[in-house]
């Protein structure tokens, strides 16, 4: 398993601000798995059962990846999707610092190692000066 976050390039986000919304991304998938997990909500038709597949990231080290989108728009396309298919979400800033309303950052799935689903998503490689 691995976590895959996808960051919008056209925002203009200070490097901490987007580490701050990388790390959203990670606690929340995490949570969420986690729920499952204490809500005994132990297995699900699709994604099998959740204490496996949260075994098969932890053996991972919790690979965790950050991938590039264009604009907000991708961010919501990714989501509708693939919401079906892997534990997946949006993350929304408050607008408490850099921004002034809220704004989706960034979205994340957690998807098996195998997955070639978000094979044509470019690494994050930051800002190009």
């Known amino acids: 398993m691995k976590l895959l976050v996808f960051m919008r390039k056209d925002l203009k986000m200070s490097e901490g601000k987007r580490m701050v919304q990388f790390g959203h991304a990670s606690q929340a998938a995490t ?16 994604f099998g059962a959740w204490s496996n597949i949260f075994e098969k990231w932890k053996t991972n080290g919790f690979t965790k990846i950050c991938l590039e989108v ?11 999707r693939h919401e079906k298919h892997y534990l997946s979400g949006v993350i929304v800033d408050e607008g408490r610092t850099e921004f002034n309303n809220f ?10 190692k195998s997955s070639k689903d978000f094979q044509n998503y470019k690494l994050w490689k930051g800002d190009k000066k």
Do not use: G, I, M, W
């Not at 949570?31 to 699709?46: N, P």
């Open 31 to 46: 949570l969420e798995l986690l729920s499952k997990l204490s809500a005994d909500l132990l297995f699900d038709s699709h």
């Open 70 to 80: 264009d604009n907000q728009a991708e961010l919501y396309l990714l989501r509708d």
């Open 103 to 112: 704004t989706p950052t960034c979205a994340y799935a957690l998807v098996d």
